[in-house]
């Protein structure tokens, strides 16, 4: 169907207020006013009452109206203003790896490097093109998700394997920063083994708050944890890293918020991370949130259904 448009709109309703003025408003004066003499008054007013009126209903219109295309404007400055700097970002984000690649290349044509210096070369050349690579992927899921092309398959899974296999996979990042990457898996007294979820989601939303604790955290640790929540299951990521003001809270699950956006900033990434998460754990029906950690750093919690794996009864596997 058609949208009513605003101005259609506003005709609509003068030609309505201003023909039943014209039809009623000598009736409407003389049920108000049987007095003749106030009637006459009333008469002799009637056009100012009909502008009044009017003049106010105009008012309230255009006024919500324009509230609603100021809202809007703001909202495209701010969107325009992101992608701006998303742009000299992803710029940024590429140009950095790729002069790695491009300067270690050259570095490793000196024939009297010795094997130690290779292969330190070489670590860094495969630590940049991961780099873009993760870069490449933030983009593609990203559009993933505005074409509605993400699909959620659940499987059982074994939430201790999940969490374990996890904690394995960022460990060796962890002591490379001295970082104490500390796992406190659901708490088997819940009997939360195996679950129904989209296992792929689960780690891609678990590993970009991971990465992100680590990143932005010096010293002190990185805790991993999950529990049952009432219908969910709740997952807890908690750094005692540099914390996030309380004002950017909510903002930074927004595509290309960075509470840093300063040119020559210190933490490398491209804004994605987040916004990702916060897609794919509501396509699962959870909810994902970020609050201050009490001793400074943050705590990022994500929810899902708890959906328990139907185990087949003694019956079934008998027969
Ligand atoms: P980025 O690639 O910049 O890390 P994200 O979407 O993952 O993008 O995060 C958005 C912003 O949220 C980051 O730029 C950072 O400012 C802030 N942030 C995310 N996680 C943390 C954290 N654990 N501690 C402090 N700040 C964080």
């Known amino acids: ?7 259609s709109g506003i ?46 209903l105009f008012y309230f219109f255009i006024r919500k109206h324009l509230q609603k295309l100021r ?5 495209a400055l701010e969107s325009d203003k992101l992608k701006s700097g998303f742009l000299a970002n992803v710029s940024h984000e590429i140009r950095t790896p790729m002069n790695g690649v491009m300067g270690f290349a050259e570095l490793l044509k ?21 780099r873009m690579l993760e870069l490449i992927n933030d983009i593609l899921n990203i559009s993933m998700v505005d074409s509605g092309q993400v699909r959620l398959k659940y499987t059982s899974v074994n939430i ?35 679950l129904m979820m989209d296992r792929d989601k689960i780690v891609c939303v678990l590993s970009n708050l991971i990465k992100n604790a680590l990143k932005y955290t010096n010293t002190g640790y990185v805790k991993i944890s999950c529990a049952r929540d009432g219908d969910f299951v709740r997952f807890m990521v908690a750094d005692s890293g540099v914390g996030i003001p309380e004002g950017q809270l909510e903002r930074i699950f927004n595509r290309f918020v960075q509470v840093n956006m300063s040119y020559t900033k210190t933490y490398d990434g491209a804004g994605l991370g987040l916004a990702i998460a916060k897609s794919y754990v509501e396509m699962m029906g959870g909810k994902i949130w970020a609050q201050p950690n009490e001793n400074g750093g943050s705590i990022f919690n994500f929810t899902i259904p708890f959906k328990p794996v139907n185990r087949p009864k003694k019956n079934d596997s008998k027969s």
Not at 16 to 22: D, N
Request: aromatic residues 10%.
């Open 1 to 7: 169907m058609a949208k009513f448009r605003f101005e």
């Open 11 to 56: 005709t609509l309703v003068y030609l309505l207020v201003g023909s039943g003025w014209i039809l009623f408003s000598d009736e409407l004066t003389d049920l108000l006013a049987p007095n003749p003499e106030i009637a006459s008054h009333l008469q002799t007013y009637k056009g100012l009452f009909y502008v009044i009126i009017t003049a106010l």
């Open 71 to 75: 809202k809007a404007e703001e909202r």
């Open 110 to 130: 000196d024939e009297s490097l010795s094997h130690q210096e290779r292969l330190q070369f070489i670590s860094i050349i495969e630590k940049s093109g991961e």
């Open 160 to 194: 201790f394997e999940l969490m374990n296999s996890i904690a394995q996979l960022f460990l060796p990042s962890a002591t490379d920063k001295g970082i104490n990457l500390i796992l406190e898996a659901c708490r088997e007294s819940e009997r939360v083994e195996s």
